[in-house]
């Protein structure tokens, strides 16, 4: 067994070392033993002339294999660098789904281009038909290369008929079965076909019972559909059941890996995503909405202070817990919120009503109020001996806590039943409206327990 | 092919009746018609004794699967009422990493009885062999249901042997192949034994290129393998190499789904991982903390602004936009780490250095913090005509976000670099510290303009 490839600093710098000196020889001698992910790994961190140079070094089908497994950004950028007919050299290797997906990264001109330059006819049909299909449904995810026999032949003519097929499928998980009208009536898997003897029938060896997908059902769902049934690949089948092509697991863990990095970065209040190599205008222009949302709740906040300009000026030391009510706010509402979300991404049955979840969160929120509340109550008096200001604080901060609890409960549930995305609610609005309704909270009890 | 079924709420409802009416053969006719995944969450959400008179209709096998599939803290409830021969029976028809799973779950005491009712005792040692890795390695996580064939033997010896052994492996992906030693050497695939002839040897269909992980890997590092060489199955093998077990991509689904949904909670302010069908103490434990450091945040914004009084005192107006600073600050840190917590969980190799990762995200704040500062000096001035107050704040803004954003993203290194989790960072620690040393950063600058 071969030592497991450990990609470090000192490598890539070997190989920038060669690429300067034009050492083709050793560049594809060192490269062509990798592993296409590891490859692409290194494209995506050397410079574009580097990455151009070992790229054309490479054999023709691990070359494809690296352009599929390059980060997007990079990849966008190193097509523009290659031409049309090197990129449909890669192409005519390239599972029908990946091909797609690449394509569509092009401008419109080079993708005729390219069209134009694909030697397998039926692939470039293929790649056609699917960039027809939305973004985000099962069709524009599915590959057209799975293994399919018909319900009426026996085991050696499957083996025989799958010995053609299977050249062009990377990984077999299960055989399709389908009909005279090619609609999908049943799937076995290759070990049972493995232990059939070459004249059982089909017939005796598939089972009915198949989970599939439609093409326009929306890949989140198909996610979950092959999550909770442990599926390694499922059948995608038009209004007519006939089979069109399938989707591997392979693909599931982008779309969950994906789906889980934008809710946490809508969490965090980053509105688009991106990576930390992206670069500093895309960050920016990502984070800055919600520092806008954050400008106008603090702007509103000032507002609201302002109306109690003169209890501030006779209590100043009301400023001093401000920032603890803002916060605290905030705080529980990002916590109520992330539950909700959460539970709603997961939960596909929840006899739970709206009225039982803010019950629910109703206790919760009681119950760290009330801590919070008495904790805070005993610091204020205890280091400001200030009996006045300690129940201020502390009955604001119940109220606060038990408001922005509901509300963050409330905000992301009223979205989802409107289908809009529940996460929008985690970031930037529930904070900002909890730090204002929370201020406006806090001196509206100092003025009835000061005045 | 069977219509998909659709569990929905006049289902379970038409369920329970059955139950309270004891109407066995009907519960029997619906349910064991079900895939088990949907079992279990009809279990997961009607009332224990409902879920244990359902439970005692299964057939053996399916009760088995179904107990795989359900909530963790509902299949802890509903063993506790099982007994442990009804356990053990269960077990018997698990593989051994599920089978192992839950028996951990149960008290010792009824680990003991369970054990000592396994029928297979084989099945019974190797439970207790993965139960002895530590949690989060790839021992714990493997299952030692595997196919596996000699180096010496021919694909016609493979498929009978095969035969025997396939019987216990729900999914056969690849074959390994091991030496004398028992030694992992090589693997293939099921595709290509079925288009070898009977007498082809297996050394001639193996390929020696075998990516492995040690049992005593990071479960989370054998996930970023998995995913990043697109693997639906990996041998587990121990220090001398000898074939253990096996991982497979269902495992790896919840293991990355986990671990975001734990970093999402994190950046939440939950600090351990709850679920919205916890009980209201388990979720108000894992919200105080988070609360309590919010809470000393406030305190020490308290002392700081304490130390201003008299500035306060003379210029009320600088209170307005405690809020605003505070918020801004907190945002700005929480985007800074996200982005870094994001990009430390993802890439393995990453030639940024510290330096670099700090001057662009100085880029990043100055481009924001101008954007941010301009805006509310308008803002100011337009809505207050105060040229003074709008100058303080805006330096400040300024200043507050390039604080922050830094800290933001020096924290997230420096605990990565001392293997702490850097997801820490993201919740209440980066938010607590930006509001604290925002307000003294704000009054330092009012100080020295007003003064």
Chains 1, 2 share one sequence.
Request: glycine content about 6%.
């Amino acid at each position: 067994m071969s030592e497991q490839f450990k990609l470090d600093k000192e490598f890539v710098e070997e190989l920038k070392q060669f690429v300067s000196a034009g050492n083709e020889t050793a560049i594809y001698d060192c490269v062509n033993l990798l592993h296409p992910a590891d490859i692409a790994e290194i494209l995506d961190i050397v410079n574009l002339e580097e990455a151009k140079f070992i790229y054309r070094r490479l054999d023709e089908e691990i070359a494809s294999e690296v352009l599929v497994e390059l980060e997007e950004d990079v990849r966008e950028m190193f097509m523009k660098a290659l031409s049309a007919k090197e990129i449909a050299e890669s192409i005519d290797h390239m599972d029908s789904d990946d091909a797609a997906d690449i394509i569509s990264e092009l401008s419109v001109e080079k993708q005729e281009q390219v069209f134009s330059e694909i030697e397998d006819k039926d692939q470039a049909d293929s790649i056609a038909a699917l960039m027809a299909f939305e973004e985000d449904t099962a069709g524009a995810w599915m590959a057209t290369e799975f293994i399919v026999v018909k319900d009426t032949w026996n085991a050696g003519q499957c083996i025989s008929e799958m010995r053609k097929q299977a050249e062009d499928v990377s990984y077999v998980y299960t055989i399709y079965v389908t009909d005279k009208e090619e609609t999908l009536i049943g799937m076995f898997s290759l070990k049972s076909l493995l232990f059939a003897s070459d004249d059982t029938l089909v017939k005796d060896l598939y089972m009915t019972d198949v989970k599939s997908v439609k093409a326009t059902d929306n890949i989140e769902e198909v996610g979950s559909i092959m999550k909770k049934y442990d599926l390694v690949a499922i059948p995608v089948v038009d209004e007519e059941k006939k089979l069109l092509g399938r989707i591997t697991i392979d693909d599931i863990v982008d779309v969950l890996e994906d789906e889980a990095a934008k809710d946490y970065q809508m969490a965090s209040g980053i509105s688009e995503k991106v990576e930390s190599s992206d670069s500093i205008w895309t960050i920016s222009r990502a984070r800055l909405p919600w520092l806008l949302v954050g400008l106008l709740g603090g702007v509103l906040g000032a507002k609201v202070i302002g109306l109690f300009e003169h209890q501030l000026g006779t209590f100043p030391e009301m400023a001093f817990f401000i920032p603890l009510i803002a916060a605290m706010g905030g705080n529980v509402g990002v916590q109520s919120s992330a539950i909700i979300v959460q539970s709603l991404a997961n939960n596909t049955l929840d006899m739970g009503t709206t009225y039982s979840k803010l019950a629910k969160e109703f206790g919760v929120s009681l119950i760290n109020g009330l801590a919070c509340s008495v904790i805070i109550f005993f610091v204020i008096w205890g280091l400001m001996s200030d009996l006045r200001l300690g129940m201020t604080v502390s009955l604001s901060l119940i109220a606060v806590i038990l408001f922005a609890g509901l509300f963050g409960t409330l905000v992301p549930l009223v979205l989802s039943k409107r289908k809009i995305d529940p996460a929008l609610a985690t970031g930037p609005f529930i904070t900002t409206m909890n730090d204002v309704v929370g201020l406006l909270i806090y001196f509206l009890i100092g003025y009835v327990i000061y005045f």
